[in-house]
């Protein structure tokens, strides 16, 4: 039985993860930490939980994580960086939700999330927590950063069509859309009923954190430049994400699909949908399922490629999951069965 910790339990994020380890065959939480509720029962602040589990919240301690065998944090950037090498010098494996470890270039990450990162050398040790990218390096890591959810929406969408050069590269167009449990539990007025309920905007249009983790991403899947618009939207709507993605086929005649196939066909967790279906969020709510579905434009100039992931699932908590079951040799799905909810 794996020994599970969580730094940051009290955040969606936090709260997916216990919901998901909660069933899982082959895990433990024996940790979860929080400063501001330290000794409250957890079930008491999560009466979905309620009678399914005897854990308290405790604030963040070497006593209580020392006896993990794995630690996830799930909490706001920063924080990850300065808990990991200690964890990591007691042979305790880590998984960071966060954003510390995902941007490879240490200059790049401090100037999109202004502050300096002061464990620059875990930056050598760390992979990039992409099962369907990096798998063989998964299995023998100690330190994995967690992708962020638009990242793996859109990566997922344009894996095969970047590893068979089939796209021109100066001109990707990823057209994104979250539900509000993006933007996180904090209070906040933009994320407020009244302010996100019946409407839709584009926000960060200047520049999303998640931008330079997807162009390091697709530029090491093409190994060259690549150009990229990343444009996100918020929706009414509580989880998922959908991206719509626009690229330029290098011969418009090619038929992408059995690409697609080919690429996807033992990977557990990525549907591809037949002609003439498209995706929907609902369809992955609750679940680790990425469903991808490609479309060429009326004129036949474009390809549209579309991306639909649950944020909190496989954007988040259940990846992390699916990368502590790759780390420690377990059967990949294991607690990742359940498939999307309807309606």
Same mark, same amino acid.
């Given at each position: 039985?794996?020994?599970v910790?969580?730094?940051?339990?009290?955040?969606?994020?936090?709260?997916?993860l216990?919901?998901?380890?909660?069933?899982?065959?082959?895990?433990d939480?024996v940790?979860?930490?929080?400063?501001?509720?330290?000794?409250?029962? =957890?079930?008491?602040?999560?009466?979905?939980?309620k009678?399914q589990?005897?854990?308290?919240?405790?604030?963040p301690?070497?006593?209580?994580?020392?006896?993990?065998?794995?630690?996830?944090?799930?909490?706001?950037?920063?924080v990850?960086?300065e808990?990991?090498?200690?964890?990591?010098?007691?042979?305790?494996?880590?998984?960071d939700l966060?954003a510390?470890?995902?941007?490879?270039?240490?200059?790049?990450?401090?100037?999109w999330y202004?502050?300096?990162?002061?464990?620059?050398?875990?930056?050598k040790?760390?992979?990039?927590?992409l099962?369907?990218?990096?798998?063989?390096?998964?299995?023998?890591a100690?330190?994995?950063?967690?992708?962020?959810?638009?990242?793996t929406?859109?990566?997922?969408?344009l894996?095969?069509?970047?590893?068979n050069?089939?796209?021109?590269?100066?001109?990707?167009?990823?057209?994104c859309?979250s539900?509000?449990s993006?933007?996180?539990?904090?209070?906040n007025?933009?994320?407020?009923l009244?302010?996100?309920s019946e409407?839709?905007?584009?926000?960060?249009?200047?520049?999303h954190?998640?931008y330079?983790?997807?162009k390091?991403e697709l530029?090491?899947?093409a190994?060259?430049?690549?150009?990229?618009?990343?444009?996100?939207?918020?929706?009414?709507?509580?989880?998922?994400?959908?991206s719509?993605?626009? =690229?330029?086929?290098?011969d418009?005649?090619?038929?992408?699909?059995?690409?697609f196939?080919?690429?996807?066909?033992?990977?557990?967790f990525?549907?591809i949908?037949?002609?003439?279906?498209f995706?929907?969020?609902?369809?992955?709510?609750?679940?680790?399922?990425c469903?991808?579905?490609?479309?060429?434009?009326?004129?036949?100039e474009?390809?549209?490629?579309?991306s639909?992931?649950?944020n909190?699932?496989?954007?988040?908590?259940?990846?992390?999951?699916?990368?502590?079951n790759?780390?420690?040799?377990?059967?990949?799905?294991m607690?990742?069965?359940?498939?999307?909810?309807?309606?």
């Open positions: 039985m794996i020994k910790g969580i730094i940051g339990g009290t955040g969606y994020t936090g709260i997916e216990l919901r998901i380890l909660h069933g899982h065959p082959n895990a939480v940790s979860i930490s929080s400063r501001s509720l330290d000794g409250k029962r =957890v079930d008491e602040v999560f009466p979905s939980l009678n589990t005897d854990l308290c919240f405790s604030s301690s070497a006593e209580e994580t020392k006896k993990c065998d794995v630690v996830f944090f799930a909490t706001p950037h920063g990850a960086m808990g990991a090498s200690e964890l990591l010098s007691e042979g305790i494996k880590v998984i966060g510390d470890f995902r941007i490879s270039d240490n200059k790049v990450w401090s100037e202004g502050m300096d990162h002061t464990k620059t050398d875990l930056l040790e760390v992979v990039y927590g099962p369907e990218n990096y798998r063989d390096e998964i299995k023998s100690n330190l994995v950063a967690n992708p962020g959810c638009y990242p929406s859109v990566q997922l969408a894996k095969p069509l970047i590893e050069e089939l796209i021109h590269l100066d001109n990707i167009i990823a057209d859309k539900g509000v993006g933007a996180g539990r904090g209070a007025q933009a994320t407020l009244c302010e996100t409407t839709f905007k584009a926000y960060a249009v200047g520049g954190r998640h330079p983790e997807i390091q530029e090491n899947m190994g060259q430049k690549v150009g990229l618009t990343f444009i996100p939207h918020l929706t009414p709507m509580i989880r998922g994400i959908h719509t993605i626009y =690229v330029d086929l290098i418009k005649n090619t038929d992408v699909l059995p690409y196939l080919k690429t996807y066909s033992n990977e557990p990525v549907t949908l037949s002609e003439g279906e995706p929907e969020t609902r369809s992955v709510k609750s679940s680790n399922f469903q991808i579905a490609i479309q060429k434009s009326a004129d036949n474009k390809l549209v490629i579309m639909v992931i649950d909190l699932v496989k954007g988040a908590s259940g990846q992390a999951v699916q990368n502590m790759i780390m420690f040799g377990l059967e990949e799905t607690g990742l069965e359940s498939i999307g909810l309807l309606p």
